[in-house]
Nanobody, 113 residues
Framework: QVQLVESGGGLVQAGGSLRLSCAAS????????MGWYRQAPGKQRELVAGITSGGSTNYADSVKGRFTISRDNAKHTVYLQMNSLKPEDTAVYYCKAGGTTAWGQGTRVTVSS
């Protein structure tokens, strides 16, 4: 019954930055890994970044060095700081809790060239 609400997307110029937030309403948030995924039109959803309950992180090669995932357990929120954005980052971004199949509604990121 995890509930996720993504926010922070928008339109940004290439090279710009955005910070996405995912607010989770779940009593077990602090013990779950969290992940950011994205899906572009005509493409399958892919994992962009993940963070464990202990704070360990992993990133897709395409975003490594540009994106940073973090979490604030007190706020039940996971963030994705996106820097040096590229047009190929354009997608709807979703978050998901590990061990669940529940997705948020997503937040749209559009990067113009």
């Amino acid at each position: 019954q995890v509930q996720l609400v993504e926010s922070g997307g928008g339109l940004v110029q290439a090279g710009g930055s955005l910070r996405l937030s995912c607010a989770a309403s779940a009593s077990t948030f602090t013990i779950r890994a969290m992940g950011w995924y994205r899906q572009a039109p005509g493409k399958q959803r892919e994992l962009v970044a993940g963070i464990t309950s202990g704070g360990s992180t992993n990133y897709a090669d395409s975003v490594k060095g540009r994106f940073t995932i973090s979490r604030d357990n007190a706020k039940h929120t996971v963030y994705l700081q996106m820097n040096s954005l590229k047009p190929e980052d354009t997608a709807v971004y979703y978050c998901k809790a590990g061990g669940t199949t529940a997705w948020g509604q997503g937040t749209r990121v559009t990067v113009s060239s």
